[in-house]
């Protein structure tokens, strides 16, 4: 027992080290870093390849990598990404932070490129000293993880409560404005702050390597313990987030030990997935039971963040001037493109691109829950993949015929999404996508884990449509059915719901003064939303041949978002061109380039939704706008100066 | 526009002994507002004086550390701002909060539909509708509503202009419309003339006055512009540093030496 508490106070200081410095950065900067962990498995993996690779002395492998690489990786950050954020919506905020937890982690493989995919644990010291403290057995790695711990925690209280630095923060906190004008430098005020964070990232990443090794798995435990003390902190509070890291840290070990293994071995035997999925899942459930905790407590929701969930859209002005041939013009294209696809297409290119018909499906649901609900979700892909497994029950092993079945798993879906965001809706876009996340994993170590889910690894069999099982056939009924979800969603859009979704994205304060029920139309747009994603992953599931949960892995959602946002989140085309480029680009790295470059389709689309974040209409909305621009440019040279109907609104 | 006849002899709107404080800083002390049906009610004050705050309680966007807040002679201080606009209350914000993606007129379409979906029930009801392409007809009596708002408020001609586009003299013009069309037995008024020029602050002001005369609307007003409060309120309530300084009728007022202090910073 003594072990596994020493292993638990162990891990929960690496935790603790990581969500020190996400409170930092959130309070200086109110961003919330997705890709904290991605930071952290980045410098870790630097760190490998410094030590195992080039021969470095681990010591000096680790204080360059801790406290070079990692301020500097933090001041260019802050430059290129995070100093444009401060001021940005908090959707925006959050999607370029998700884009960055995708590219890094992809990078690193362009960059060290003879990594071996299983990491061995590098020790700090090695072989580590061992010492017996009251009668426990402890090696020097551990006592240097919790000694830094303490030391960073007692560290950054200092900063913060007793230094001029600290009330520069708590200054800029207030009012990036006021506080600028009165003489705080606020640029390096959360310059500093990042440097600062990413350290902290990077020292807990190359810890956690130490310790545990440099798997992925690991720094996704990582990510979900400090995400899930963030919410116990309130996001600002350093007390209440070490405290709760430790906490975090010592469950998820003592659920590994002997006693209570032995102890759970009455209700289910050891091997049970849901048992196993027990360490994986106390970080959403921690998550969940403070979430319900503060919900009651929250009393003046909207004091919190009063600016738009969403950019202002200036795109209106300009699809007004198009005629309305012109605005169907990329869709038609593209559906006129899918069309006469099959006429060119081999089978294997054919698979690529009906797969991808099915994905731009489950993608439209990225359309209704973040373009238009203004809500940041990363478990589609977990709706997805339940939908897919619940499908694969229904076919074959009580022979419902499967689209029948996928409209019921996808049916099923929606209540089961809707639970799923009850805890967090109320409180705003960040405590969603953290909750959305943390269920996504959830699902991920225990449903997906089942035998009769998983199926050994292959997944259960989903078999075609009847009549419809060729190629070519369910090529083009995927097609006909994408064009109907779509038409679902464009529908909503004009509706009454629609507009009451639009105003919202705006100002929820507002719309709330109206009498419109704010979390009433999230949750529709959220079931919804859950519902398209179900058809989409039974259709994916149906085309392969069978739901392998593989496919839906919780991981893979923040790369779903990121390439939706890459072609325009609020876009039906858009959603058809992410779904179409997520399975056609991979396929021609993997025919056109060597084994290094696996991970480059990854990279750019974590990269493309940084870089398009703030416009929901991605790269088409962006070559629309330039060539708008130029021709109104044209026309004032060449004519009268444009009538002016007034000043933006958005200047008071 | 509905039936506007109090069931009782309670005032419309009312606050009591309201107290907000933000962190160490009392923004509002025991402060009461009276409103009857169909009057007008001005609130001045310098900067700071706490309007602005008293508003977010009178339309339940912030909740009191202390008081009550009734309509119609019922407690609605823990009621939401969704409870309050059911009840008639309607707001507009001295910072502008227009919907920025949609057009003028589809500001005013929203607010008119918002009493219509009240329930779950009412959007899983109307939820089919929507999907199949049938959710964005007209509901009844909604043209009338919104088209005479517009016209009330001279903003017919930029209908159909998206809300991102237009001025924030015209802006402060529509968000008075958009409450106009959720048929509020109340409506907040703040500052609504800032950003105006004088011939359109004069136009407003004979707007609001046929809106009390014709339809019986109940108003408070929060402005800077005194001479536009003293000539259209009723009754006038000044605040300074969140307490209630003066209260009374506005001929009154203009001859309270407090309020001139407070405006004029003279010693007394």
């Not at chain 1, 892909?381 to 019921?408: D, K, R, Y």
């Not at chain 2, 009276?34 to 339940?60: M, R």
């Amino acid at each position: 027992m003594t072990t596994y508490f020493v292993a638990g106070i162990v891990v929960g200081s690496v935790y603790a080290i990581a969500t020190l410095g996400l409170v930092l950065t959130y309070t200086t900067s109110r961003i919330f870093n997705f890709a904290h962990g991605a930071i952290a498995f980045f410098v870790a993996v630097t760190f490998y390849q410094a030590t195992v690779n080039w021969g470095w002395n681990a010591h000096l492998a680790g204080v360059l990598t801790i406290f070079m690489f990692s301020p500097l990786l933090g001041l260019f950050l802050w430059a290129v990404l995070f100093r444009r954020l401060t001021e940005s919506p908090s959707s925006v905020r959050l999607v370029s932070t998700i884009g960055l937890s995708v590219a890094l982690p992809a990078l690193a493989p362009i960059l060290y490129p003879h990594i071996d995919a299983v990491l061995q644990p590098s020790m700090l010291w090695s072989p580590a000293h061992e010492y017996t403290i009251f009668g426990v057995h402890v090696d020097s790695n551990q006592v240097a993880v919790v000694v830094a711990a303490a030391l960073i925690a007692v560290l950054l209280t200092v900063l913060m409560r007793a230094t001029p630095y600290g009330l520069s923060v708590r200054a800029a906190v207030d009012s990036q404005t006021m506080a600028g004008a009165s003489g705080v430098n606020t640029s390096f005020v959360t310059a500093v702050s990042w440097m600062i964070g990413t350290t902290l990232a990077g020292a807990a990443g190359v810890l956690l390597g130490a310790l545990r090794g440099f798997t992925i798995l690991q720094f996704t435990f990582l990510l979900l313990g400090s995400f899930a003390a963030m919410v116990v902190a309130r996001m600002h509070s350093l007390t209440l987030a070490f405290a709760g890291s430790m906490a975090i840290g010592l469950l998820q070990e003592l659920s590994a030990s002997q006693q209570f293994q032995h102890f759970l071995e009455h209700f289910a035997s050891a091997t049970n997935p849901i048992i196993l999925g027990i360490r994986p899942s106390i970080p959403f459930i921690v998550m969940l039971v403070f979430l319900l905790v503060y919900n009651g407590l929250q009393e003046e929701r909207f004091a919190i963040d009063t600016r738009s969930t969403a950019e202002p859209v200036r795109e209106v002005v300009v699809t007004r001037d198009q005629p309305w041939w012109r605005r169907l013009l990329p869709i038609a294209v593209c559906l006129v493109g899918v069309l006469v696809a099959p006429e060119f297409l081999n089978g294997l290119w054919l698979a690529i691109v009906a797969s991808g018909l099915a994905l731009a499906t489950a993608f439209l649901s990225y359309v209704v829950v973040t373009g238009d609900g203004g809500m940041i979700s990363l478990c589609q892909i977990t709706f997805a993949g339940i939908a897919a497994a619940l499908a694969a029950q229904f076919a074959t092993n009580h022979n419902v015929p499967v689209l029948l079945a996928i409209l019921l798993g996808a049916l099923i879906v929606v209540p089961i999404g809707m639970l799923a965001a009850l805890p967090s809706l109320r409180l705003g876009s960040l405590y969603l996508a953290l909750a959305t996340l943390a269920f996504s994993q959830l699902v991920q170590n225990t449903y997906f884990q089942t035998s009769r889910i998983s199926n050994f690894g292959q997944g259960v069999a989903v078999p075609r449509p009847g009549g419809l099982a060729g190629d070519r056939a369910f090529y083009y009924l995927l097609v006909v059915l994408f064009v109907l979800v779509a038409l679902l969603v464009r529908n909503l859009e004009r509706s009454t719901t629609g507009l009451n979704l639009a105003a919202m994205r705006s100002s929820e304060t507002a719309t709330a003064t109206l009498g419109i029920n704010i979390v009433w139309s999230k949750f529709v747009a959220f079931g919804l939303s859950a519902f398209i994603a179900g058809i989409g992953g039974g259709l994916y599931a149906s085309y392969a041949g069978a739901a392998n949960m593989n496919q839906f892995d919780a991981l893979l959602g923040a790369v779903w978002l990121a390439v939706v946002v890459t072609w325009g989140i609020r876009s039906i085309t858009g959603a058809l061109l992410a779904g179409l480029s997520f399975t056609i680009i991979p396929q021609l790295v993997t025919d056109h380039l060597s084994g290094r470059w696996l991970n480059l389709p990854t990279l750019f689309f974590g990269l493309g939704a940084i870089a398009l974040a703030r416009d929901p209409r991605g790269i088409l909305h962006g070559a629309t706008t330039r060539r708008y621009e130029r021709r109104m440019r044209r026309a004032r040279r060449t004519a009268e100066p444009a009538e002016r109907v007034g000043e933006p609104a958005g200047a008071a | 526009m509905t039936d506007r006849s109090s069931p009782t002899d309670h005032p419309l709107l009312e606050a009591t002994d309201v107290t907000v404080r933000f962190g160490g800083l009392v923004a509002l002390d025991r402060v009461a507002l009276t409103v009857p049906p169909a009057t007008i009610v001005g609130l001045i004050g310098p900067n700071g004086a706490g309007k602005s705050t008293l508003f977010g309680v009178l339309s339940g966007l912030i909740r009191p550390r202390a008081g009550t807040v009734r309509i119609d002679g019922n407690d609605v201080t823990r009621a939401s701002p969704q409870a309050r606009a059911r009840l008639g209350v309607a707001r507009t914000f001295q910072r502008l909060e227009l919907f920025g993606e949609l057009t003028v007129r589809q500001q005013l379409v929203v607010a008119y539909r918002a009493k219509r979906r009240r329930t779950l029930f009412d959007l899983a009801r109307t939820l089919p509708l929507d999907l199949l392409g049938l959710g964005n007809r007209p509901a009844p009596g909604e043209d009338a509503t919104v088209d005479g708002a517009l016209e009330l408020l001279g903003l017919t001609s930029v209908a159909s202009v998206s809300a991102s586009a237009i001025g924030l003299g015209t802006g402060r013009l529509v968000e008075v419309a958009r409450a106009l069309a959720s048929q509020p037995r109340v409506l907040l008024l703040d500052e609504p003339s800032s950003g105006l020029d004088a011939r359109e602050t004069d136009e407003l002001a004979e707007v609001l006055a046929r809106l009390r005369a014709e339809a019986g609307v109940a108003l408070v007003l929060v402005e800077h512009n005194v001479g536009m409060v003293l000539g259209l309120a009723d009754d006038v309530t000044v605040l300074d540093f969140g307490e209630v300084i003066a209260r009374g009728p506005a001929a009154a007022i203009r001859a309270d030496a407090a309020v001139q202090a407070a405006y004029l910073g003279t010693s007394t």
